[in-house]
């Protein structure tokens, strides 16, 4: 496999610039506060209180570094990791990774599908399998503002979701907040009995979901490419050669090549600004979900039936009344409905960059989309379809750590720009304990 150009001379790319390459972290963000992930929360707080705040803490950490060597992945050298996987594994490995693979973003798919519908059931008696096509058609919606405004418009739509879902679940804090040393306690690693256990492994082992993993490096190395494409389109609108394509509303991307792969000045400097993406989209991320816990902690303490959204839905409104409730209905939703067209658009790239062939987005929601109406249909207990989706994520994590890990330490792919020792170290520690905590609740959920 060829190293990637990276001493070739390239365009600059100004410090103001750099800014608009912050977003792609935010939509990878989504995979952190989708609905799978609210029940675990308001149960941790409603049965063990501030105790495991520490362990959300611990997961975020985790999360920053995988999500970050998947977009060093990108931006470096300009690949996906299903495009890198796909140009080292043989025909009948692509086939069966991707095989594996899909089944990740189809199970992905239906737990937000099955998200989105329990909140419009939740918000406006809509019968949850109306509510997962009205979810399916909202997201097939947000899909075509990707597919003909770009993927700049569709981080912007994504990270608004991300907004109100974020006003939705902290909202109840602000009409009762939680004791702020019992916080602080929260923050000391400690655990009560095997209930605590199990618990914490449920919320580290769901840490880090594959679908982030192989999007972020797509998105990273998309904007890394857009980027370059407005640099170099300034660059001809200065000059006179090149000034047709530039000129006019209808120039699209394509008009403008693809650019060689930029200096290392400049790879530096996009690590820099990806750097600080990826932290403030999952301190975001992870302030939501340690938000869950606190509401839980300090207003439903020793409640029963938080262990299913709609359980943890009733225990807000009796305790915090109907206004917080429709808040949380709402963030719910916004959820649902982001979780589901990334998990979509996730789906699109592992085909493209593992089979070479790429698939309408909204060919792929469409055929995503049955498999959650028909389990809805079938009257189970979405709670149960939640838990079973999160079982066939746990399958497919070591599939995207392990590659993930020894791709950013391979120097013939990511030159000066491969993983340090210490990076190495820290990453191959976060994947085995991920791994292994996933392991655990396989083993666990099948044994009872």
Not at 141 to 159: A, C, K, W, Y
Not at 172 to 186: I, K, N, Q, T
Not at 298 to 314: C, Q, V
Not at 385 to 403: C, D, E, N, T, W
Request: net charge positive; with cysteine.
């Amino acid at each position: 496999m060829s190293r990637p150009t990276l001493d070739r001379p390239a365009q600059g790319v100004r410090p103001a610039r750099l800014v608009t390459l912050l977003g792609p972290a935010f939509v990878a963000a989504i995979a952190y506060v989708d609905p799978g992930n609210v029940a675990a929360n308001l149960t941790a707080g409603a049965r063990f209180g501030y105790l495991l705040v520490w362990v959300l803490v611990v997961a975020n950490v985790m999360a920053v570094l995988v999500q970050y060597l998947s977009a060093k992945l990108g931006v470096v050298t300009g690949r996906s990791l299903p495009e890198v996987l796909g140009e080292r594994l043989s025909r009948r490995g692509r086939i069966a990774y991707w095989a594996q693979a899909e089944v990740v973003a189809m199970a992905t798919d239906v737990a937000e599908v099955i998200g989105g519908a329990i909140a419009l059931h939740l918000l406006f008696g809509v019968p949850l399998v109306l509510g997962g096509l009205i979810t399916g058609v909202v997201s097939m919606l947000v899909l075509t503002v990707q597919q003909r405004r770009g993927q700049r418009v569709f981080e912007t739509v994504v990270t608004s979701m991300l907004a109100v879902l974020t006003v939705g679940f902290c909202a109840g804090l602000f009409f009762a907040p939680p004791d702020l040393g019992a916080v602080l306690g929260g923050l000391v690693p400690r655990l009560d009995g095997p209930e605590s256990v199990l618990l914490a492994a449920s919320m580290l082992g769901a840490t880090v979901m594959p679908h982030a993993i192989y999007l972020h490096s797509s998105l990273a190395r998309d904007r890394v490419r857009h980027d370059a494409r407005v640099e170099r389109r300034h660059a001809l609108a200065a000059g006179t050669e090149g000034r047709d394509l530039v000129e006019g509303d209808d120039a699209r991307e394509d008009d403008v090549a693809v650019p060689r792969p930029p200096s290392p000045p400049v790879v530096r400097r996009l690590l820099t600004a990806t750097r600080w993406d990826v932290v403030a989209a999952l301190v975001l991320a992870g302030s939501v979900n340690i938000a869950m816990l606190l509401l839980a902690a300090a207003n439903l303490p020793g409640r029963t039936g938080t262990d299913s959204i709609e359980g943890a839905h009733a225990a807000i409104e009796s305790s915090l009344g109907p206004a917080v409730a429709v808040l949380f209905g709402v963030g719910l939703l916004a959820s649902g409905l982001a979780s589901t067209s990334v998990g979509a658009y996730a789906g699109a790239e592992i085909m493209s960059g593992l089979l070479h062939v790429r698939v309408s987005l909204l060919a792929r929601r469409l055929v995503t989309l049955v498999p959650a109406i028909v389990l809805l249909a079938t009257g189970v207990s979405p709670t149960w379809l939640l838990v079973v989706s999160q079982v066939v994520l746990s399958f497919g994590i070591p599939f995207a750590m392990i590659p993930l890990v020894r791709i950013t330490r391979d120097a013939g792919l990511l030159g000066g720009f491969r993983n340090g020792l210490g990076t190495q170290v820290a990453a191959w520690a976060v994947a085995a304990v991920i791994v292994a905590l996933n392991v655990a609740l396989l083993w666990l959920t099948f044994t009872g």
